[in-house]
């Protein structure tokens, strides 16, 4: 019998040579700000609908990532769940993207139910409008997190119990939040600089935390397949199943579960259908459960298995952007602090009109991505920014998210 099985049967701590793998799967696509905003302030209500223009119609970009991504990653997917009945993957989806399922792909929503009943895929909490809201309002936080709950069991028939913060971005008060929500365990990036020299290959528990897990992204491996994976210039293109199996085993003993977190659009919309992608996913599984010990996990699974190691003290904000892993993909210039600080000034009143297109509207001027499209860091991570942007230039986006927060205000005071 191995190992792992007799454990587990016995209810006993399994201390493995060969770490589990956590596979999950980040799903969001923001509703942009349509730029004909610009000649219509105090006329035209409707931000997030542009005709006109391709890189804005959000109707055209959302079909385009469920036929690069959504339908065949999602179709691959269950074909590997059918297939190895130790495969195991988990999700989250924004209330955003979820909404644009209902509206334009229902029949990728039938997928992942699909997939989801066979017991071994994992969906996780998070932020319903993928904000920012932690860093701002509280209450906020709050609700969105339970509206994204409830939407959560509507679909799927599942309550989460891992939370996901946008962006992954953390810091110890946030895991105490999510703690206080019901929440059992929380992703964060396992950047150097909270570790210090230690792996993110180990469970931890958040600094004042004692009921709550902490899994961390090992970046490196992760990358290896969301961003380095069609480089031809990299030293290690190809990547191979094989390859990339090799390199699992080398944390053989050093370490209980390897988290491999990335966005969804990995597949298929970031790494193209030609170059491999698909196939490379395909085969990972098989080549990975070669190995005897070898098994996958949730994060619920590991947190039941596997216990913290240490607290991990995180005073400071963390994420999973750019090579600085802080929040300046975000907040690192004045039009992004200047546009953010206008829209959550808008709270009080915005709760206090009672109507619910206008909150509607705010709460979907919350979404990350809006900041994101402003960043001005134009270094290494230039060419990220602006492959995932629509407009022009930081400066375009900002002036196009000014006029529609503009025409917010406007509404407020109307209503006041």
Known sequence: MPYLVMCQRLRVKCFKNVPSVCFYFQVHQPLRVGRHRNFAVGKEHSYFDDESEIKLNNRHIFQKV???CYIPATRVIVELLERHKEFKVS???SGIVLEQFERWAPDVLDLFRQAIKTGRVEILGETYYHSLAFLHSKNEFRRQVEMHRAKIKALFGVMPRIFRNTELIYRNDIAAEASALGFAGILAEGANKILKGRSPNFIYRPQGVSNMGILLKNYRLSDDIAFRFS????????LTAPKFTQWLSMHNGSGEVINLFMDYETFGEHQWEESGIFDFLRALPGETLKHPDCDFVTPSEALRRYAPSAAL??????????EERDLSAWLSNSMQTEAMRRLYALEPKVSKTDDPQLVEDWRRMQTSDHFYYMCTKWFSDGDVHKYFSPYESPDDAFATYMDALKDLELRVEAVR
């Open 91 to 93: 999700f989250s989806f």
């Open 313 to 322: 003290d995180i005073p400071y904000f963390v994420s999973w952007a750019d």
């Open 231 to 238: 480089d031809r210039s990299w030293n290690e293109w190809p």
């Open 66 to 68: 469920s036929r690069n």
